[in-house]
C-alpha cells in the first residue's frame, strides 16, 4: 500500500505564495502520474495541475502562469508553487498519485487534503 502525506497549506494574504508538498511511502514499485487538485465549498473537486514521470505539465486555465508543479522523483514527492495567490484559490487541495504496479496495471491514491486560505 501507498500513503500520501500533504503539507505546505495555510494562510496567505492576496498576492502571496505557498508551496505545497506531497510525499508518497509505503510499498513502492514505480510512481507514474502525479497531480493536485483542489475542492472548494460547494463546488466539485477540479483538476489543479498534474506532471507525469517524465515531468510533462498540464495545467488549469485558472492557475497559469501562477502555480508551477514539480517533482522528485527520487523522494516520490510532487510539489506546487502557488505564487500570486488569488481569493478564488481558496480550498482544500489533494494530491494525487499513480502507483504502477509491479506486474501490470496500476493504482491510484489520495492525500488527506491541506487547506489554503487567501484572504486579507
Known amino acids: 500500500q501507498v500513503q500520501l502525506v500533504e503539507s505546505g497549506g495555510g494562510l496567505v494574504q492576496p498576492g502571496g505564495s505557498l508551496r505545497l508538498s506531497c510525499a508518497a511511502s509505503?510499498?513502492?514499485?514505480?510512481?507514474?502520474?502525479m497531480g493536485w487538485y483542489r475542492q472548494a465549498p460547494g463546488k466539485q473537486r477540479e483538476l489543479v495541475a498534474r506532471i507525469t514521470n517524465r515531468g510533462s505539465t498540464n495545467y488549469a486555465d485558472s492557475v497559469k502562469g501562477r502555480f508551477t508543479i514539480s517533482r522528485e522523483n527520487a523522494k516520490n514527492t510532487v510539489y506546487l508553487q502557488m505564487n500570486s495567490l488569488k481569493p478564488e484559490d481558496t480550498a482544500v487541495y489533494y494530491c494525487?498519485?499513480?502507483?504502477?504496479?509491479?506486474?501490470?496495471?496500476?493504482?491510484?491514491?489520495w492525500g488527506q487534503g491541506t487547506q489554503v486560505t487567501v484572504s486579507s
Open positions: 494525487n498519485v499513480v502507483h504502477w504496479l509491479r506486474y501490470g496495471g496500476s493504482e491510484d491514491y
Open positions: 509505503g510499498s513502492i514499485f514505480s510512481i507514474g502520474f
